[in-house]
């Protein structure tokens, strides 16, 4: 299972063979055509990319032709492929209303996570090897907390319902916000477990201190599957944090530093804790630029510090608001 970009400008950009295409996401405005494979829609600004055109297709694509079974439950679109699945669902806060204290952020957050492991469970395919969350104002403050920190709230209300493990467990993933939206998670899972890997440079995330919110984000550092007879390294969304704290405020450069910093470090940790050896160059990258006007220079200390590697740049927000960047991987 590899990752491939196409951009939708092209001519039969869809047209590849559709039975080996497990799911995606399309990146900016994909209002002509629409795949029949379990997408997630980021209406975000693609704003750099090594595929030409504004909106990007992002699709996991199977190696081998294989069987492939799709199919559509509780508001979760998914297609499986042995004991691989992709999935995704969206919801819409304005379904929601206040209730007994919880805000519609947090009741759809929950909403979303207890369908996903209900889901999951009845599949066969308990074990989530990553996750793509995106959520409108991500930074704002609504019901006297931030929007981020609600999303915490359902997510860990979740987790305790369905009795899943809080902490050491928990899978690689990604939270951004964008500028309008629902809540949608996009996830990849399977009957196989992943080894999780933190960094030892910073403080999991599931033990940060109070002062980042009433529940803990809950997210592994990276992950290691194994598909398709070799290893896939996932690589959570990456900032400019050493310990639990934000470095460089205000400098959007020496965070994208500091984040390959950490990337580096996850990937000395992988090889530790799994033998598994990752390079840079054998990474695709995600970058999420809060500012599009700090893009020449980060581009330019990514482009330095990766080579060869491939990156896509989206406008994004990141889960703190001191945070100006942000980058997840996967291995190709």
């Known amino acids: 299972m590899t990752l491939h970009w196409l951009s939708a400008a092209e001519p039969g950009a869809l047209d590849c063979p559709h039975e080996n295409i497990l799911g995606g996401a399309v990146l900016g405005d994909l209002s002509s055509q629409t795949p029949d494979w379990p997408v997630q829609h980021l209406s975000t600004q693609v704003l750099a990319s090594e595929v030409e055109g504004n909106t990007l297709i992002d699709a996991w694509v199977l190696q081998d032709d294989a069987e492939v079974v799709s199919g559509q439950t509780d508001g979760i ?6 004991d691989i699945l992709y999935g995704h669902i969206a919801l819409d806060e304005a379904g929601y209303e206040m209730v007994d204290g919880k805000t519609p952020l947090q009741q759809a957050s929950f909403d979303a996570y207890d369908r996903l492991f209900r889901f999951l469970e009845a599949q066969g395919t308990p074990n989530i090897w990553k996750l793509w969350i995106y959520m409108a104002d991500i930074n704002a403050e609504s019901h006297g907390l931030e929007r981020y920190r609600q999303f915490n709230v359902g ?12 902490a050491d467990n928990v899978p690689a ?13 996009a996830f990849i899972a399977s009957s196989r477990p992943v080894q999780t890997i933190e960094n030892p440079r910073q403080v999991s995330a599931f033990h940060y201190p109070d002062q980042y919110g009433p ?22 969304g990456t900032a400019s944090i050493v310990g639990h704290e934000t470095v460089h405020l205000g400098d959007p450069v020496a965070q994208a530093a500091e984040c390959l910093n950490n990337i580096e470090a996850l990937l000395k940790e992988v090889y530790r804790v799994t033998g598994n050896c990752f ?6 990258f995600r970058v999420y630029v809060r500012h599009p006007e700090h893009l020449p220079g980060i581009r330019q200390i990514i482009s330095e510090r990766i080579g060869s590697a491939q990156a896509v740049y989206l406008r994004a927000d990141v889960c703190r608001s001191d945070l100006l960047v942000e980058i997840e991987g996967h291995s190709v």
Do not use: H, W
């Open 155 to 166: 997510r860990a209300e979740a987790y305790e319902q369905n009795r899943r493990a809080m």
């Open 279 to 284: 390079g840079i160059g054998d990474l695709a």
């Open 215 to 236: 529940r803990k984000p809950l997210f592994a550092r990276a992950a290691v599957a194994c598909s398709e007879g070799r290893p896939t390294l996932f690589i959570s």
């Open 77 to 82: 679109a998914y297609r499986r492929c042995s």
């Open 173 to 185: 993933a990604c939270v951004l916000g964008y500028e309008k939206g629902p809540l949608t998670v």
